[in-house]
Nanobody, 115 residues
Framework: QVQLVESGGGLVQAGGSLRLSCAAS????????MGWYRQAPGKQRELIGA???????NYADSVKGRFTISRDNAKSTVYLQMNSLKPEDTAVYYC?????????WGQGTHVTVSS
């Protein structure tokens, strides 16, 4: 059973930065795509960005230019660097590992951005 553990969330003021980590219990190279999602209170979970096995990234328009996804295969960890944070970025952030047959989710980490 693959486990994903997110960390790095917390409380930050608007304009600040946070870096989230998603550590996998197995090599992340085995997954086609690693994605970051978020779910704000009362809203549906949304994809904010992803990184492929080859290192290509894509982002939702709402975070483009502010968030950056990277990966360290040796540490089996994917990162989400979040800059210029806004109150509307407040949410629980999840990572997802997409394998050939099944997807795996982490438990989430809370991010609160105060105005």
């Amino acid at each position: 059973q693959v486990q994903l553990v997110e960390s790095g969330g917390g409380l930050v003021q608007a304009g600040g930065s946070l870096r989230l980590s998603c550590a996998a219990s197995t090599s992340i190279f085995s997954f086609n795509v690693m994605g970051w999602y978020r779910q704000a209170p009362g809203k549906q979970r949304e994809l904010i960005g992803a990184i492929t096995r080859g290192g290509s990234t894509n982002y939702a328009d709402s975070v483009k230019g502010r968030f950056t996804i990277s990966r360290d295969n040796a540490k089996s960890t994917v990162y989400l660097q979040m800059n210029s944070l806004k109150p509307e970025d407040t949410a629980v952030y999840y990572c997802k590992a997409s394998g050939p047959l099944i997807d795996y989710w982490g438990q989430g980490t809370h991010v609160t951005v105060s105005s």
